[in-house]
């Protein structure tokens, strides 16, 4: 999955008095985002953050300006090993958020007033977190069509087990049972005062288990890789040689390359691959195989895309549901491109195919996303990914649990999203199934090569 610290915006400002004397417009006062149902309150000591619905206003949290990464409209902020940073626009009453290891902005509009769901307080009762986890899924998931669940209908059935006598674990597998059915693994429950969680996922008979992927990989580095694998950050990816002079890179996740901040993750993949693509000019093509792919963060992904291309081409565009009713049509905010920049370090620009499969997952699916407009065309091989790309948008109850559900659409160039239903491949390849972990084959390695030998 995509990284599943908290992604919502945690932040406080405080504003330099530099940028008040050059600025006739002060960012102070009320701030709504387009989408992501957050609401800001700026004040010149720090930034009030609340998460929100149409009947619930909830404090999270405020951060620490970090004035030494602060120009003058552009406000950075440290927390969690999170450089996040606020810019001005040329609009006074429109800002634009961002975080480091997400590949897009959060627009916040200037409002005159906080919401009105801000004026009510929210009582600690199974009734009240009810609400808020309904309520948030009712205003911010832009999927229920698409995976042909009827969120009127789930509250008509649920909403009367709810009382003020509900147990805690009661209330939990009702939130269970609510979304369990979207079979959606951003979609998930924490409550950790009574040791459950709950993660959604599309069950597919591809998937394998954890036991069948460590066997799938000692085929691959025992019988197909020459010489070994080499390690890189943290043994999150791994490099070798197969025969005829083909390159093997293999991505498990986005994320915990480093155990610094996202500077740190990135710098450590910058590294490793021009230790990789070092001798790039003597590879006769490139195998990446994100088959088993927990997913993290999407600039990564981008940027093993940056040295595989001499082009800058479109990875995908991204859009939020910004319409906040179910009985109306769904409505997204401006989709903002992600683009593929060359690089100027070692790379690779030959031919490439990538192994793909039901557990190459969230960012996992964004790079395979990203891949898809490179030229020489990136040879998709194996079967459907997960289907699910937005970045993870995490919640609280007044119960004091948490709760995630995705928010966003990612499209190709083309239009295209493959939400539910995964990045389809150009070839369908079964792999590792009983028959070949038996027989020690990987058919879709096999595939590849031939591929990129013929």
């Excluded at 009367?160 to 805690?168: D, H, I, L, N, Q």
């Excluded at 979304?179 to 409550?191: F, K, S, V």
């Excluded at 950050?233 to 390359?257: A, H, P």
């Amino acid at each position: 999955m995509k990284r599943l610290t908290v992604i919502l915006i945690f932040l406080a400002l405080v504003l330099p008095v530099s940028a008040q004397k050059e600025s006739s417009s002060k960012p102070e006062g009320s701030w709504l985002a387009d989408g992501y149902g957050l609401f800001f309150e700026l004040e010149a000591t720090g930034l009030r953050v609340y998460e929100l619905t149409s009947v619930s206003c909830a404090f999270s949290e405020t951060r620490p300006l970090d004035s030494a990464r602060s120009l003058n409209k552009v406000l950075a902020f440290s927390s969690d090993r999170t450089i996040t940073t606020v810019s001005r626009t040329d609009d006074p009453n429109i800002l634009h958020l961002h975080m480091d290891w997400v590949a897009s902005d959060i627009v916040l509009h200037r409002t005159d007033k906080p919401p009105e769901s801000c004026a009510r307080q929210t009582a600690n009762t199974p009734q009240e977190s009810y609400n808020i986890f309904w309520q948030t899924f009712a205003e911010q998931y832009p999927f229920f069509a698409l995976r042909k669940l009827d969120w009127h209908a789930v509250d008509r059935q649920f909403r009367p087990r709810v009382t003020g006598a509900t147990s805690r674990a009661e209330l939990f597998q009702i939130f269970q049972q609510m979304i369990e059915p979207l079979h959606d693994t951003h979609t998930g429950i924490y409550a950790s005062d009574i040791k459950q969680e709950f993660t959604g996922w599309r069950q597919d008979p591809g998937h394998l288990s954890d036991e069948d992927w460590n066997k799938a990989a000692s085929i691959i580095e025992s019988k197909y890789v020459q010489g070994g694998l080499r390690p890189y950050c943290k043994g999150r990816l791994q490099f070798g040689i197969l025969r005829n002079s083909i390159g093997y890179l293999r991505v498990t996740t986005f994320y915990d390359y480093a155990d610094g901040g996202y500077a740190d993750e990135l710098q450590c993949l910058q590294s490793s691959l021009s230790a990789m693509f070092e001798s790039a000019g003597k590879m006769n093509g490139l195998v990446i195989d994100v088959r088993l792919n927990h997913g993290g963060d999407d600039p990564l992904g981008v940027e093993i895309a940056s040295r595989l291309t001499g082009t800058r081409y479109l990875a995908y565009a991204k859009a939020a549901r910004n319409s906040t009713r179910l009985d109306t049509p769904l409505h997204l905010t401006e989709r903002q491109p992600v683009w593929v920049v060359p690089a100027t370090t070692p790379g690779f620009k030959g031919k490439v195919a990538m192994l793909i499969g039901p557990d190459t997952v969230s960012a996992g699916e964004t790079f395979t996303m990203a891949l898809m407009g490179r030229e020489p065309h990136v040879v998709r091989i194996g079967l459907n990914t997960q289907g699910v790309f937005s970045d993870v948008l995490h919640r609280s109850l007044p119960n004091g649990w948490h709760f995630e559900l995705p928010n966003e659409v990612y499209y190709t160039a083309d239009g295209a999203a493959f939400d539910a239903v995964g990045v389809p491949p150009d070839i369908l390849v079964q792999f590792f199934t009983p028959e070949d972990l038996k027989a020690a084959r990987d058919a879709a390695l096999e595939e590849a090569i031939r591929q990129l030998t013929n």
